[in-house]
């Protein structure tokens, strides 16, 4: 049976794996991104790297993640440590971009290069920030509920308050997923493309 367990170093492919299956607007980014390894460098891997305590996986049963949850407890100190300890391995085989992203994938390049995005003010009250991404055969199952719960309780017992996501505002069952779990929208000034979202760790009972 299906069950939520710590990550560990050999689910890293699987979780590569994942995050590139579901990383354009919630669907399968690779018909779409020359190398859409870009987006686990940006959005997966650094937090089983830098943050791994707060780093869990759907377990298949097998053995196998086929869902995953990371999160960072700090978003200030984790964009200290992205840029000092994270960027220097994967900015060789993702370089910045020369000038205006002219790709798709020199636009996410661009993200991965200034991690000092994630430091928005009208969400300091919400210090920690999470990813989530199950595969779409574990989806609708209660999976990304349980997930989540998980890193809440663990954020909670870490005396972490409250916590944020960035979602592209166009994945609308993502948004209603957010929604049935609690989450609110937090106003920023000219967001892009995404929404911002947040909720306390506390009011499991709720999920």
Not at 42 to 69: N, W
Not at 137 to 165: E, F, I, K, W, Y
């Amino acid at each position: 049976m299906t069950h939520v367990r710590r990550y560990h170093p050999g689910d890293r492919a699987a979780v590569e794996d994942i995050c590139v299956r579901t990383a354009h607007v919630g669907g399968d980014s690779r018909p779409h991104y020359r190398d859409p390894g870009i987006f686990p460098a940006t959005f997966a891997i650094p937090y089983v790297v830098l943050e791994p305590e707060l780093a869990f996986v759907l377990d298949d049963g097998d053995g196998r993640a086929v869902g995953y949850v990371v999160g960072a407890a700090d978003t200030a100190r984790f964009v200290t440590a992205f840029r000092t300890q994270w960027l220097p391995t994967a900015a060789g085989r993702y370089p910045l971009p020369d000038g205006p992203p002219r790709t798709p994938d020199e636009e996410i390049a661009g993200l991965l290069h200034h991690p000092e995005r994630m430091l928005v003010p009208e969400v300091a009250a919400y210090p920690a920030h999470l990813h989530i991404d199950l595969l779409p055969d574990r989806q609708g199952r209660g999976n990304g509920r349980a997930l989540m719960r998980t890193l809440l309780r663990a954020l909670g017992d870490r005396g972490v308050p409250a916590v944020h996501l960035s979602m592209v505002t166009a994945n609308e069952p993502a948004r209603a997923f957010y929604d049935r779990l609690g989450f609110h929208e937090i106003a920023v000034p000219d967001p892009g493309p995404v929404t911002y979202l947040g909720r306390t760790t506390g009011a499991l009972d709720v999920l």
